[in-house]
């Protein structure tokens, strides 16, 4: 059993900062990556960020330069610090990772429940 459970989010104003965290716990073998997606009301559920074992990165175009993805992996945790925050960045924040246990086969992907993330203007 694998469980991510991300905390940070909540009520920000336009121009604010927060700091999203999701740790992994379970029957961990070893995580190749995590990540974070978004998904606003009526939309696709879209990438925001992802960082490998390896600690390279990537970011979607809308949110270069204002959000970091981090990791720690001695906690199997990783972090989003969201910077100057706009109004277009609300919405439920999804942790991912990918990962194999001691038991499955394959890796797998798995997801936390999400965070609310609203920018007011």
């Known amino acids: 059993q694998v469980q991510l459970v991300e905390s940070g989010g909540g009520l920000v104003q336009a121009g604010g900062s927060l700091r999203l965290s999701c740790a992994a716990s379970?029957?961990?073998?070893?995580?190749?990556?995590m990540g974070w997606y978004r998904q606003a009301p009526g939309k696709q559920r879209e990438l925001v960020a992802t960082i490998t074992s390896s600690g390279s990165t990537n970011y979607a175009d809308s949110v270069k330069g204002r959000f970091t993805i981090s990791r720690d992996n001695a906690k199997n945790t990783v972090y989003l610090q969201m910077n100057n925050l706009k109004p277009e960045d609300t919405a439920v924040y999804y942790c991912?990772?990918?990962?194999?246990?001691?038991?499955?086969?394959?890796?797998?992907?798995?997801w936390g429940q999400g965070t609310q993330v609203t920018v007011s203007s």
């Open positions: 991912n990772s990918r990962l194999r246990t001691y038991y499955a086969p394959a890796p797998g992907d798995y």
């Open positions: 379970g029957t961990i073998f070893t995580i190749n990556a």
